[in-house]
C-alpha cells in the first residue's frame, strides 16, 4: 500500500496573508510558501504569522521551502522561520522564480539574515524536492513568475494553482499553462486540486491586465501639461511596466520614488522582467531639474500606507515632491479589505492640496490578479481532480470555492474544508482530517520580538482611553500615609484640566487607604488593589471613562527618608 500523504495548514484559510502549508511524505517534509499577514488595527505589531511551533518541533525533517510568487503573503514570514531555523542548526533550502528568490534575498539581507541555498525554478521545471517529484508552471498573477506546482506523491498528484488569473494577453505574454494541466489530467489524472480562493465569490472573469494600459494612456493623454503622479504595488512589475509605457509615448520622464519600488524595479530590470530604458528613468533628487509637465512618477503609497510617499505628499511632508493643483495623482490599485479608510484620508488630504485625483472606482486603471468564478472552474475543469480543498482565502471566499466545485458536480464527500491549524491525510480511501497543530495568530513588532495577545489588548486599552497612575508611599512604621499619592495620567482628561482631576484621585486614594493603614494592613499588594479600586470608581463615576489604572504602593518599614 503506498505511504500517505500529510498536509498541515499553517495559515491562509480563513483569512489573506500568511499562507503557508506544509507537505510530508515518508516522514520529510516540504513546506509551500511561507508568509505574513498585514496587521489591521493591532497597535505596534509589525507582522502577524503563522505559528512555526508544530514545524519547528520537526525541524530536522524539513527538507525544502517553495516560494510561489513574490508577494508577502506568501514571502513574508520567512526571515522570522529562517532566524528561528538557524537557533536549530537547520538551513532551508528556498526553491522559487528568479524574481521571487530576488525579492526573498532583499528581505533577509535586510533583516541581517544569512542567505540559504536559493534554487532557481523556470517555467516546466521538473525536480525531486525532498519526497516529492514537483514539476512547476507558469500562472500569471499581479506580479510576475507565479508558478502553479504539481507534487508527485505516493497518493498521486497534488495540484496547487498558487495565486492566479486566466488571463489570455498577460503583458509579458506568459499565460497560465492550463494545457498542461489538462495533459497531467489525462495522463494518470490529479488526486487533489489546492486551489486560490480569493474571488471565488466574485461572478464572471477579471478584465486582462493588459486593458489597463491604454487606460492609463488616455489619462496621461487627458492630463497634458500637468505632472502625473501614480500609485502602485511595488512588486507590480507589469503595472510599473504599463505606466513607463504611457510616460514613455507621451515624452515623460519615469520618477522610481520608494525604497520598494526602486528596488524591485532595479531587480525586475535585472532580470529582463521590465524594460525601461535608462535614458528615461531619473531619481526622486533629480526631481526638481525636471519639467513636471514632462514627468510621471510612479510611487508606492496607493493603500494609504502612513509612512509611504503617497501618504507624505497628502499630509505636506514628503522630502522632494510638493503636490498642488499641477499635479494628478493616479491610484492604480483597489484599496485592501481593511485600508478602505485609510485610502479614503489619503484622497481627502491630497484632494485639499488641489491634487486631481484618478482611480479605479472612476477609470479602469485597475484590475484583480485573482481569477474570478468562471476562471476558477476552468481550472477545475481542466484539472477534472479527485479531492478539492479550497485555500488562500477568508472563510466566505472558501465556502464559496467549496460551493463552486459542488455546483460543478463535484461530489460532496470529494471536498473538504480546511482551516488555519487543519492537519489532512491523503490516502487510498480519500482525505480527511487528521488533527489539528497551533494556529494562532503569532505577532511581532519592528524587531521581531513577539507581542502577545495581553501587551496587544493593554495597547488598545491604552489608546482608547490612556491611563491614570497612582503611586503612594506608606510609613509602616507610623502606619500613616507617606505625604501625598503622586498621580499622573496620559489620554484620560485634557491636559489643561488634568491637575484637578488628579487632586481628586489623590484625595479619593488617601480616604481608601488611611483607614486600613491605620488598622495594620502592610500588604503591598492589598493595598494597591484598594488603591485601584479607588481610583476606578472615581473615574468611573465622575467621567464615564475607562482608563488603564496602575497604582503603586511602596510600604517602608525602617526610617522614611524625606529628603
Ligand atoms: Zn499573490
Ligand atoms: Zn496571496
Redesign the pocket.
Known amino acids: 500500500m503506498a505511504a500517505p500523504v500529510h498536509l498541515t495548514f499553517l495559515g491562509g484559510l480563513g483569512e ?1 496573508g500568511r ?1 503557508c502549508a506544509a507537505l510530508e511524505a515518508h516522514g520529510r517534509i516540504v513546506l509551500l510558501d511561507c ?1 505574513q499577514l498585514f496587521p489591521d488595527d493591532m497597535p505596534g505589531v509589525d507582522a502577524v504569522l503563522p505559528d512555526f511551533s508544530w514545524l519547528l518541533e520537526r525541524a530536522d525533517r524539513l527538507e525544502a521551502c517553495v516560494v510561489t510568487h513574490a ?1 508577502e ?2 514571502i513574508g514570514g520567512l526571515p522570522y522561520l529562517l532566524r528561528a531555523l538557524r537557533e536549530r542548526g537547520v538551513s532551508l533550502p528556498i526553491h522559487g522564480a528568479p524574481f521571487t528568490l530576488g525579492m526573498v534575498r532583499g528581505k533577509l539581507s535586510a533583516a541581517g539574515i544569512p542567505v540559504p541555498d536559493l534554487v532557481p525554478l523556470g517555467d516546466h521545471v521538473r525536480m525531486p524536492i525532498g519526497p516529492f517529484d514537483c514539476e512547476f508552471l507558469p500562472v500569471t498573477h499581479s506580479t510576475p513568475s507565479g508558478l502553479m506546482t504539481v507534487f508527485g506523491t505516493p497518493q498521486g498528484r497534488i495540484l496547487h494553482s498558487s ?1 492566479f488569473k486566466l488571463d489570455p494577453t498577460p503583458v509579458d505574454g506568459r499565460v497560465t499553462d492550463l494545457d498542461r494541466v489538462r495533459e497531467l489530467a489525462a495522463d494518470g489524472g490529479i488526486r487533489l486540486l489546492l486551489a486560490d480562493s480569493t474571488n471565488a465569490g466574485s461572478a464572471g472573469s477579471s478584465s486582462s491586465e493588459s486593458t489597463i494600459g491604454p487606460v492609463l494612456r488616455q489619462v496621461f493623454d487627458d492630463n497634458e501639461g500637468r505632472r502625473i503622479i501614480v500609485g502602485a504595488f511595488s512588486s507590480h512589475v507589469h503595472r510599473i511596466q504599463q505606466v513607463a509605457d504611457a510616460a514613455a509615448a507621451t515624452g515623460r520622464t519615469l520618477v522610481v520614488m520608494g525604497p520598494s519600488m526602486v528596488r524591485n524595479v532595479t531587480l525586475a530590470r535585472e532580470l529582463g522582467l521590465l524594460r525601461v530604458s535608462d535614458r528615461m528613468l531619473a531619481t526622486d533628487q533629480e526631481l526638481d531639474d525636471l519639467d513636471p509637465a514632462r514627468t510621471c512618477v510612479v510611487c508606492t503609497g496607493s493603500q494609504g500606507e502612513p509612512r509611504a510617499a503617497l501618504n507624505l505628499m497628502g499630509q505636506g511632508r514628503h522630502r522632494f515632491v510638493t503636490v498642488g493643483d499641477h499635479d494628478t495623482v493616479v491610484f492604480s490599485s483597489h484599496p485592501i479589505p481593511g485600508n478602505e479608510a485609510a485610502v479614503a484620508r489619503l484622497h481627502n488630504a491630497l484632494a485639499r492640496r488641489g491634487v486631481r485625483l484618478v482611480h479605479s472606482g472612476q477609470l479602469g486603471v485597475h484590475t484583480t490578479g485573482h481569477g474570478k468564478a468562471d476562471e476558477l472552474l476552468a481550472l477545475h475543469d481542466a484539472a477534472d481532480p479527485d479531492l478539492f480543498i479550497p485555500v ?1 482565502g477568508e472563510y466566505a471566499h472558501l465556502v464559496a470555492h467549496e460551493d463552486l466545485a459542488l455546483g460543478r458536480g463535484m461530489p460532496a464527500d470529494r471536498v473538504l474544508r480546511c482551516t488555519d491549524g487543519d492537519r489532512v491525510k491523503l490516502t487510498g480511501a480519500g482525505v480527511a482530517h487528521a488533527g489539528r497543530v497551533p494556529d494562532g495568530y503569532v505577532m511581532v513588532d519592528e524587531s521581531g520580538r513577539p507581542v502577545s495577545e495581553d501587551l496587544l489588548e493593554e495597547r488598545r486599552a491604552v489608546s482608547g482611553e490612556g491611563f491614570v497612575f497612582v503611586r503612594v508611599v506608606v510609613d509602616g512604621r507610623r502606619g500613616r500615609l507617606d505625604g501625598r499619592p503622586v498621580v499622573e495620567s496620559r489620554g484620560w482628561m485634557e491636559p489643561d484640566e488634568r491637575s484637578t482631576w488628579h487632586d481628586e484621585v489623590a484625595a479619593e486614594v488617601v480616604d481608601a487607604l488611611e483607614g486600613p493603614v491605620a488598622s495594620g494592613e502592610r500588604d503591598e499588594a492589598e493595598l494597591a488593589r484598594l488603591a485601584r479600586r479607588a481610583t476606578g470608581r472615581l473615574v468611573s463615576r465622575r467621567t464615564g471613562r475607562r482608563p488603564v489604572l496602575v497604582p503603586v504602593v511602596e510600604v517602608r518599614s525602617g526610617h522614611v527618608d524625606r529628603s
Open positions: 489573506i499562507n508568509g508577494h503573503d506568501h495565486d488562500h
